[in-house]
């Protein structure tokens, strides 16, 4: 018997590229982030309670609610 573990399937989908940039939102410190699926959207919560909505593709801040 072989007790071997193998390598699992993938969806054969391609791996992203890792960028290491800085997004600069004015007055506005950022405790979380999340991506849209496509990870083409960046919604960032502030710590005053501020969400800001960053296309990630354009590195614009398209949209800032408090």
């Keep these: 018997?072989?007790?071997?573990?193998?390598?699992?399937?993938?969806?054969h989908r391609p791996v992203p590229e890792i960028d290491d940039i800085v997004l600069t939102i004015d007055q506005f410190h950022v405790c979380i982030i999340?991506?849209?699926?496509?990870?083409?959207?960046?919604a960032a919560g502030?710590?005053?309670?501020?969400?800001?909505?960053?296309?990630?593709t354009t590195k614009t801040t398209s949209n800032v609610k408090s």
């Design 46 to 56: 502030g710590t005053n309670g501020s969400i800001a909505i960053v296309d990630f």
């Design 1 to 11: 018997m072989d007790n071997q573990v193998g390598v699992p399937n993938t969806d």
């Design 34 to 42: 999340k991506f849209n699926r496509l990870g083409t959207l960046i």
